[in-house]
């Protein structure tokens, strides 16, 4: 062999053996990345009741990242679609309610509001947001049957719960917020706990029987909160045949990169409410264990119109997209963020009073 072939051939050799050893590393960073949830937040970030309610004082704890100009919700759906847990918006903290900060010295940012209406599907008075490249009829989906029908019982119809129970909102309609909000709180007189009272409160007096699932499925950590619901979920199913109807409830964030939060509202009988987006999965391609997503489908749509109907202004479009989020455990199963981090509790708690009345009115009349 000639001596510049041999070279040749160590050159390559050497190339092989090095590129062998990145890959390895890399691999290993992957691993070492997905088993740390102190890395998620790093990963994610570069990726696009009663008639009275309290609502929350100030909060301490600086929020720990800013998030993109997207909903979370959209640059979640971007990310692994199957493992809804690996994108937090933020690491998990615990976090008791605290109305003694001083905010004297803190820095401000904007808060702007603002009527989400239009997408890029529509009929009659309401948005649909395809995020997939499935083509869908509202109107079927509107006019098909229910995989359920309303029965005149006490035993519960309707079950809500929380995977994220800890979501939290603003205190005050300030128009702005201090550089500690941190909206995130384990006291349920102050997270979406008590937005889900408001639902059952107002299902209940509509004679619509409902139980209401206050575990915390996010403590103490994010990871893996979706399979605590799922437990959760499963255990009621068991215990009340009944159920026809589980909605997970949360609340989305919405913030630039400049800071500023946007908060969804509209404003019915002269009180300001949140706007809700209903979000329905799909399995079209097969991914999940999904089959009766179109059953999901037809109730999600028949929401939309009644909320749009009832409450004019009361829906962001429908998020119809690739992802499951649990509502493959039976049909009528639907996640509803109520507002953002930016609404107050008070304005998602009149929204929660308002959606009790959507869902009644839909178990009732189909």
Not at 16 to 32: E, Y
Not at 42 to 58: K, N, R
Not at 151 to 172: F, K, R
């Amino acid at each position: 062999m000639k001596i510049s072939e041999k070279i040749c051939k160590a050159t390559v050799v050497t190339i092989a053996v090095i590129m062998s050893l990145f890959g390895t590393v890399c691999v290993f960073d992957k691993v070492d990345s997905f088993f740390y949830p102190s890395r998620i937040k790093f990963i994610a970030e570069g990726l696009a009741m009663p008639d009275t309610f309290t609502t929350a004082a100030a909060q301490n704890d600086k929020e720990n990242k800013k998030q993109s100009s997207q909903s979370n919700t959209e640059t979640h759906l971007k990310l692994n679609n199957s493992n809804p847990d690996f994108y937090s918006d933020t690491d998990f903290a615990v976090k008791k309610h605290d109305s003694s900060a001083d905010h004297s010295t803190e820095e401000t940012f904007l808060v702007t509001e603002s009527l989400y209406r239009e997408s890029n599907v529509s009929y009659q008075n309401f948005f649909i947001k395809n995020a997939t490249d499935l083509t869908i009829d509202p109107a079927a989906y509107l006019n098909a049957d229910l995989p359920f029908t309303y029965e005149n019982t006490d035993d519960p119809q309707v079950l809500i719960v929380h995977t994220h129970a800890t979501e939290s909102y603003m205190d005050e309609d300030l128009g702005y917020y201090y550089e500690s909000f941190y909206p995130r709180d384990t006291d349920d007189n102050f997270n979406v706990v008590k937005v889900g009272d408001a639902i059952a409160y107002s299902l209940e007096k509509s004679g619509v029987g409902v139980v209401h699932c206050k575990e915390h499925h996010d403590e103490p950590q994010y990871l893996g909160a979706y399979d605590n619901s799922a437990r959760s979920i499963n255990n009621y199913i068991q215990q009340y045949p009944s159920i026809k109807i589980i909605l997970d409830i949360h609340r989305d964030s919405i913030t630039t990169d400049e800071g500023e939060k946007i908060k969804p509202t509209f404003v019915y009988d002269n009180k300001k409410a949140a706007q809700i987006m209903i979000m329905c999965g799909n399995d079209n391609y097969g991914y999940y264990d999904f089959p009766d997503w179109e059953q999901n489908m037809s109730l999600a749509v028949k929401l939309q119109s009644t909320a749009e109907t009832k409450f004019p202004g009361m829906t962001r479009p429908l998020y119809f997209g690739n992802f499951m989020y649990n509502m493959n455990l039976a049909p009528g199963s639907l996640l509803i963020e109520v507002g953002t981090d930016a609404n107050t509790l008070e304005e998602a708690c009149n929204t929660g009073l308002m959606l009790g009345d959507v869902i009644a009115d839909v178990l009732k009349n189909g």
